[in-house]
């Protein structure tokens, strides 16, 4: 075809094609119509519908998918050990299987009140840091072994140490501990310890003042309580039982009076906060001491009275405590003449993070309160006889509360002490929660082989050699006799609510176990026969006690108490510098304890002021913060002799002047993607000297620098 005409063709086409769409085109009307008949289409076929059933039932089947579990409701009675305390509590289980946790209104000290720890107890039931069976380190990781290779090889290792055997346990109630220590005792070492804590400066200063037992306190009955350093409702001792006594307290016009270096849960409640410096409220304990000895009453025929009136007034003049604690001089008078106008005043001692406070700074607190006449008496400190001893091979529980951890790990650390040649590790975390850290994880390390019992993968855990996982609390029986600061002789016993959750063994029957392998019988098969062997020794109802009726005992022991039984000396205070500021470390029960990390339901509980991203904040006040040239969200470097802390700054007006307020509980290395990462571990900064009298070691005052970071 000529290329004209092809044109022409060409030509000729295009109206066609243009006429051809015009035809097919479809108007808004049409449209319309169209799509309501497939809709109404769809909606009267079956097919789609069919096809949907048919996917909704294929991904119901998928084995992942959680399910309801239907069956019986029932509430059990059970332990809380994840703080510092230990306290019986209920758990609601839905066809055996634990759903929730809340207080137990007929226990002591829960009286119906729960812990932040407590009720997120059952989600660390099934926590991923759970440690799901046995465990032998591997180069860097570890390989799972059975039951019967751990415990023939901790059998092993036994024999091989010898007397180069030591222990630490982070539960200072329970059986547990007493079947540890025996075994470490069957041994012949005296290598036993119990993690940092209030009890053993609490019983050095009772023995200070003539006494002998554990220390307790009945607050219910008090008509005047003041808490010097004591978080009572935060974190201090059993938080349950003390909110409870302090929800009583107000119908009854008891008064609380908190001092300390910043405002915190307790002091916003109580009826007036005295701004105190960290780690001087025994200071203040003194010169409260001074004042009322001065007062013109006649105390002579008192036996150590005239000694200890001639100390505190001479190096503790209300002036020179006011110097010391930031107390003013009218404060410290008004304070002492509130405790000797009120019937029945209480006075408790501690350290705001509930640890490092020593025998001597106990027993200014002490003593303060015998100067009341308020010890061994009804609304006052309470002395309760010792726990029973059913383990003959292990030591006494005044002789293990005078063992000190802190001293050991540090003079292995140092190569003073020779490192033990197996370390045993239950309920306790000494690679994260410790003074002197960096000192305690290199005696760890050092240490010829380390097992741990934990539940958990905590850092101790991830520093061991072999790993035996003890049940969690609700799988296993465990039992608690008169945690610290109890009003009166109580033992507890919880059977197991679950069956094991994963491959795991109760701690007290692995050792009962191991011990018979290595021929260091301790006189028990099972760890049920201990418990049932105390129980007997104290006149208790075991399987009334399991069934959750605890015992309480009503007897006293009768003391001889008197002032300067041991004289008393000046309580070492850091000095003023002028550079660095007062280290006010703050627990808070609900990022964790020295045992437990964050568990996982409670991030949400973490508020926007306690962490930007993955940084934690320090408290401190803007006259503080201007001074040191930082301001809001600020990264800054806390540093000190032991170590070194990054934070974040927030500018909090219930601070003390010259003071930071750092909180325990971040920092891990270890467990899970929950707590791991988050923060920095403020134990870091924490030094610690011994006291050279009794040999324990004190660490609640610090002072660190701070800088940006």
């Not at 399910?67 to 066809?95: F, H, M, N, S, W």
């Not at 226990?107 to 660390?124: K, R, W």
């Not at 759970?130 to 039951?147: A, E, M, Q």
Request: charged share 20%; with cysteine; net charge negative.
């Amino acid at each position: 075809m000529p290329r004209q005409d092809r044109r022409q063709q060409r030509l000729f086409c295009v109206p066609q094609i243009r006429q051809e769409r015009v035809t097919m085109g479809i108007d808004r009307r049409s449209f319309i119509s169209l799509v309501a008949g497939g809709v109404a289409g769809s909606l009267f076929t079956p097919v789609i519908w069919k096809s949907l059933d048919d996917v909704s039932i294929w991904t119901q089947n998928w084995p992942w998918i959680p399910r309801l579990q239907y069956g019986e409701e029932a509430k059990v009675p059970a332990l809380c050990k994840l703080g510092a305390d230990a306290y019986g509590i209920k758990v609601k289980t839905v066809a055996g299987r634990p759903v929730a946790a809340e207080g137990d209104a007929d226990h002591p000290l829960s009286q119906g009140g729960i812990c932040p720890l407590g009720a997120a107890s059952v989600h660390m039931l099934y926590s991923p840091s759970r440690v799901k069976n046995p465990k032998l380190k591997d180069g860097s990781s570890f390989k799972d072994i059975s039951w019967e290779e751990a415990e023939d090889l901790l059998a092993g290792k036994l024999k091989e140490a010898g007397a180069g055997v030591a222990m630490i346990s982070g539960d200072e109630t329970g059986s547990v501990t007493d079947v540890l220590a025996g075994l470490v005792g069957k041994a012949g070492s005296d290598k036993t310890f119990l993690m940092p804590g209030e009890s053993a400066p609490a019983a050095a200063a009772l023995a200070m003042i003539g006494g002998d037992g554990q220390v307790g306190y009945d607050i219910e009955n008090a008509s005047y309580v003041l808490l010097l350093g004591a978080d009572a409702l935060g974190s201090w001792a059993n938080v349950a039982r003390n909110g409870k006594a302090f929800g009583a307290s107000r119908e009854k016009g008891v008064k609380f009076v908190y001092a300390g270096p910043a405002q915190n849960g307790t002091s916003a409640v109580c009826d007036s906060w005295v701004p105190c410096a960290p780690g001087t409220e025994a200071v203040l304990a003194l010169g409260l001491a001074a004042v009322i000895s001065a007062g013109g009453r006649d105390r002579a025929s008192w036996p150590g009275y005239a000694d200890f009136a001639k100390f505190v007034q001479s190096a503790y003049a209300p002036e020179k405590v006011s110097e010391i604690t930031g107390v003013s001089v009218d404060v410290i008078k008004g304070l002492a003449q509130e405790l000797v106008r009120t019937g029945r005043p209480l006075v408790l001692t501690a350290a705001g993070a509930g640890q490092g406070l020593g025998a001597f700074e106990m027993a200014a607190g002490m003593s303060l309160n015998l100067l009341l006449e308020r010890v061994n008496t009804v609304g006052g400190v309470r002395i309760l006889p010792w726990s029973p001893k059913v383990v003959e091979a292990a030591p006494e529980k005044k002789a293990l509360l005078g063992a000190d951890l802190v001293g050991y790990l540090t003079s292995v650390a140092d190569g003073a002490t020779e490192a033990p040649a197996l370390l045993m590790v239950h309920a306790a975390n000494p690679a994260y929660a410790m003074p002197n850290l960096a000192k305690a994880q290199a005696a760890i390390d050092k240490a010829g082989f380390v097992v741990s019992f934990s539940s958990f993968m905590d850092e101790t855990a991830a520093m061991a050699d072999l790993i035996m996982p003890d049940c969690y609390a609700f799988e296993r029986l465990d039992d608690a006799y008169s945690p610290y600061g109890s009003g009166q002789p109580n033992y507890t016993v919880a059977g197991s609510i679950i069956k094991p959750v994963y491959d795991t063994k109760p701690a007290g029957d692995v050792i009962l176990s191991v011990a018979a392998k290595a021929g260091l019988e301790l006189g028990f098969e099972t760890f049920e026969d201990v418990v049932k062997a105390k129980a007997e020794a104290l006149g208790a109802d075991f399987d009334a006690m399991v069934e959750g009726a605890p015992w309480l005992g009503e007897e006293f022991p009768a003391q001889d108490l008197a002032l300067w039984a041991t004289p008393l000396k000046e309580i070492p205070v850091a000095a003023k510098d002028g550079k660095s500021l007062a280290l006010a470390p703050a627990a808070q029960l609900k990022v964790g304890s020295a045992k437990i990390a964050i568990p996982p339901f409670n991030t949400n509980a973490i508020r926007f002021d306690e962490m930007l991203g993955k940084d934690m904040y320090v408290l401190m006040n803007g006259a503080t913060a201007k001074n040191l040239g930082v301001k809001k969200d600020d990264a800054v470097k806390l540093s000190a002799a032991a170590g070194e802390c990054k934070a974040r700054v927030r500018i909090f007006e219930g601070v003390m002047n010259d003071t930071v307020v750092a909180p325990l509980g971040f920092g891990h290395t270890a467990w899970d993607d929950f707590s791991r990462g988050k923060g920095d571990n403020v134990y870091k900064l924490l030094a610690a000297e011994a006291e050279g009298e009794t040999g324990l070691s004190r660490f609640a005052t610090a002072r660190v620098t701070v800088s940006k970071a």
